[in-house]
């Protein structure tokens, strides 16, 4: 069963996660094939391209992706495989492990997933000066002007479409029908506000919910929710909101249960799939070798379990949890002394 991973390392301290783990994916012995598809400025300075067609074809080609935080030119690949590829849900778990420096008192049982529409919203990129707006003359109900006549400054587009919203919706239904949890999911958006975007996100929530009897469904103003995912975290399961949502409270949902150093990630599309740590790169601490690699670990099981090797994904989560609950080969950020790479030996010989 073998199965091709195109693997790009990413930027300052991120290699120095992706290459251990790498190293421990192929311990296992399973049949992962890895390629490199050559991105960023080596790309750049050998071909006068940072994505060249050469990385595409490989990208293309391959089962998979595995991707590092990136800061600089690697980021085209990672646009391709966004928005090229067309990965509408980005699935961030939030799961508390026992022996994680977690701020809160009280941490033991947090394990929900947020799915962040990935395509849409402020996040099309479409931004220019007001006054390009002039022409249509455009007048909001908070404002008792026309949009571009309140001062010198600049727009954003929110684009929020049916399609969109309710690919993203049902996918966020399924997975909530096969999580081990509450068979619960959570819409949080601002449609108090925003009426005519989040409004038919949420619209279109609830009328994909009546597909799913089986899944209980509950939706909250975003800061509502927020105030609640930090107060009451057990009571979700999964939740779904619109990208720039779901982009800022996933990394908070990171925080709550020990930082984004275990923020694992995957993005889902119709016929492909990437996964990336959801932390930066870091690059305050790039050469010293004490990035924690448990997000890109567990990115990596997500992987794993994606291309059919669900028992393998389990075993790693377990081998993790076992390195977090001994406490004695931590990385930095957790309160340990251990190197990236001490860690990943912990987690092999936990294996």
Not at 30 to 37: E, K, R, T, V
Not at 212 to 230: G, L, N, Q, T
Request: charged share 20%.
């Amino acid at each position: 069963m073998l199965k091709t991973v195109a693997v790009i390392p990413g930027d300052d301290a991120a290699p120095e996660a992706m290459r251990p783990v790498v190293a421990l994916l192929d311990s296992l012995n399973i049949g992962l094939h890895w390629q490199y598809p050559e991105v960023g400025e080596a790309a750049e300075a050998r071909t006068g391209s940072p994505f060249p067609a050469a990385a595409k074809r490989t990208i293309d080609a391959a089962d998979t992706t595995l991707f590092g935080s990136t800061s600089g030119k690697s980021g085209a690949a990672l646009h391709y495989l966004r928005w090229g590829k067309e990965t509408y849900a980005n699935v961030r778990p939030c799961r508390y492990l026992p022996g994680c420096a977690s701020p809160l008192r009280d941490p033991a049982g947090i394990d929900f997933v947020i799915v962040r529409e990935n395509l849409e919203d402020l996040y099309v990129g479409v931004e220019g000066e007001l006054q390009e707006l002039a022409p249509l003359n455009l007048a909001g109900r908070t404002i008792r002007k026309p949009v571009h006549a309140i001062g010198h400054g600049r727009y954003a587009v929110k684009a929020i479409t049916r399609e969109g919203s309710e690919r993203v919706v049902r996918f966020a239904f399924e997975l909530a029908q096969k999580r081990d949890g509450r068979r619960k999911l959570t819409c949080a958006t601002k449609h108090n506000m925003l009426r005519e975007t989040d409004g038919l996100f949420l619209d279109v929530a609830r009328a994909v919910a009546v597909e799913y009897p089986d899944v209980e469904f509950e939706s909250f103003i975003v800061d509502d929710f927020a105030c609640r995912m930090i107060r009451e975290p057990r009571q979700f399961d999964v939740v779904v909101m619109p990208n720039q949502y779901g982009d800022i409270l996933s990394d908070a949902a990171g925080g709550l249960v020990g930082s984004l150093g275990l923020a694992a990630s995957g993005c889902f599309g119709a016929d492909y799939a990437y996964f990336e740590p959801a932390h930066g790169t870091a690059p305050d601490i790039a050469g010293r070798n004490i990035i924690n690699p448990t997000a890109t670990i567990l990115s990596a099981t997500m992987m794993l379990e994606h291309l059919g090797f669900a028992t393998h994904a389990r075993n790693i989560e377990a081998a993790v949890a076992r390195v977090y609950a001994g406490g004695q080969t931590l990385t930095p950020d957790q309160g340990g002394s251990a190197s990236t790479t001490e860690f990943c030996d912990a987690v092999a010989r936990a294996l």
